[in-house]
């Protein structure tokens, strides 16, 4: 595939990466890293914004600025490297959850995934706010019981709403009624293969065959509805039709891949975060440009960002 750096630098795990139209730049989250970043594609110069904690996800405000998911809260930054003021918390103990995986719905909701760190209590969460015409911000939680919350997006009409829970390899997908904000008639859209006993980056293939094809993490969709879901440990992007089938496997230049999105003027660009956090030095070695975020040109463009609104 014909992938190109966004900028030569690496990070350690990227998250969260967004198209914004009006600033034509890509904006995306150094998840350890506490950072924040926006990119020039065109001049390849990337712009840095140090958090008090771990940024789980971003999303452009229509009145300007962001909206960020931190690990003790909710946060509205009106400007670039400007200040950071709470909008709410979420219902969770930050010793052992933290926001990860989200965006905002096409009315300007903004939805957030949880990770449960230990990895035992399941009690990551699928959490809505609403702060729309000035309200109070209004909490919903839409789903629990799981891992680690990922895979987040909408159809083109809205109507169907995708999460995934990257341990336990799934992504579920429900209706989504946009107005009422209800999410209903629950189903399992993709229940990929679980990860085999003692695997190791460097598996030998069988039958041309990848031994472990990764786990779901970040998505996107395109016009057409296709769901765009990177696989972490899977050296790929997999390209699912609405009704499920495969379409395509994009390879990646990193073996963990985190999170797509579309961009450039036409929304013909596809980006990916990547994460080289926690990987083995030999892993690295193999893949050297592991924490780069990747861009590819395809034919069908993608959904635009969602803004929040406030």
Same mark, same amino acid.
């Given at each position: 595939?014909?992938? +190109?750096?966004?900028?030569?630098?690496?990070?350690?795990?990227?998250?969260?990466?967004?198209?914004?139209?009006?600033?034509?730049?890509?904006?995306?989250?150094? @998840?350890?890293?506490?950072?924040?970043?926006?990119?020039?594609?065109?001049?390849?110069?990337?712009?840095?914004? %140090?958090?008090?904690?771990?940024?789980?996800?971003?999303?452009?405000?229509?009145?300007?600025?962001?909206?960020? #998911?931190?690990?003790?809260?909710?946060?509205?930054?009106?400007?670039?490297?400007?200040?950071?003021?709470?909008?709410?918390?979420?219902?969770? %103990?930050?010793?052992?959850?933290?926001?990860?995986?989200?965006?905002?719905? !096409?009315?300007?909701?903004?939805?957030?995934?949880? @990770?449960?760190?230990?990895?035992?209590?399941?009690?990551?969460?699928?959490?809505?706010?609403?702060?729309?015409?000035?309200?109070?911000?209004?909490?919903?939680?839409?789903?629990?019981?799981?891992?680690?919350?990922?895979?987040? !997006?909408?159809?083109?009409?809205?109507?169907?709403?995708?999460?995934?829970?990257?341990?336990?390899?799934?992504?579920?997908?429900?209706?989504? %009624?946009?107005?009422?904000?209800?999410?209903? *008639?629950?189903?399992?859209?993709?229940?990929?293969?679980?990860?085999?006993?003692?695997? +190791?980056?460097?598996?030998?293939?069988?039958?041309?065959?990848?031994?472990?094809?990764?786990?779901?993490?970040?998505?996107?969709?395109?016009?057409?509805?296709?769901?765009?879901?990177?696989?972490?440990?899977? +050296?790929?992007?997999?390209?699912? #039709?609405? %009704?499920?089938?495969?379409?395509?496997?994009?390879?990646?230049?990193?073996?963990?891949?985190?999170?797509?999105?579309?961009?450039?003027?036409?929304?013909?660009?596809?980006?990916?975060?990547? !994460?080289?956090?926690?990987?083995?030095?030999?892993?690295?070695?193999?893949?050297?440009?592991?924490?780069?975020?990747? *861009?590819?040109?395809?034919?069908?463009?993608?959904?635009?960002?969602?803004?929040?609104?406030?």
């Amino acid at each position: 595939m014909n992938w +190109q750096t966004v900028s030569p630098e690496t990070f350690a795990l990227g998250e969260s990466p967004f198209w914004h139209p009006q600033e034509q730049t890509l904006y995306w989250v150094d @998840i350890p890293g506490k950072k924040i970043l926006r990119a020039n594609v065109y001049m390849r110069t990337v712009e840095t914004w %140090d958090m008090p904690g771990e940024p789980g996800c971003i999303a452009p405000a229509a009145a300007g600025g962001l909206v960020i #998911a931190l690990r003790h809260g909710i946060f509205r930054a009106p400007d670039w490297r400007g200040a950071l003021l709470p909008i709410t918390t979420l219902p969770y %103990d930050p010793a052992t959850v933290r926001a990860n995986d989200g965006k905002c719905d !096409a009315l300007g909701r903004f939805w957030v995934g949880t @990770i449960d760190e230990p990895k035992t209590g399941r009690s990551a969460a699928l959490f809505s706010i609403d702060c729309r015409g000035g309200r109070a911000p209004e909490v919903t939680c839409h789903a629990s019981n799981a891992l680690t919350g990922n895979g987040l !997006a909408w159809s083109p009409d809205g109507h169907t709403a995708y999460w995934a829970d990257t341990p336990n390899h799934v992504v579920h997908a429900w209706d989504h %009624d946009l107005e009422a904000n209800v999410l209903s *008639s629950h189903r399992i859209f993709q229940q990929l293969p679980l990860k085999p006993a003692a695997w +190791q980056w460097n598996a030998p293939r069988v039958n041309g065959q990848a031994a472990y094809g990764g786990r779901p993490d970040g998505a996107a969709v395109d016009v057409l509805g296709n769901y765009f879901v990177a696989m972490y440990e899977g +050296q790929r992007i997999c390209q699912f #039709a609405p %009704d499920g089938r495969l379409v395509v496997e994009y390879p990646v230049p990193a073996q963990c891949p985190t999170m797509p999105c579309f961009g450039g003027e036409d929304l013909k660009t596809l980006y990916v975060t990547t !994460a080289r956090h926690g990987r083995s030095a030999a892993e690295l070695a193999a893949f050297p440009q592991s924490g780069c975020v990747f *861009s590819m040109r395809l034919d069908v463009p993608g959904l635009p960002v969602n803004f929040f609104v406030d």
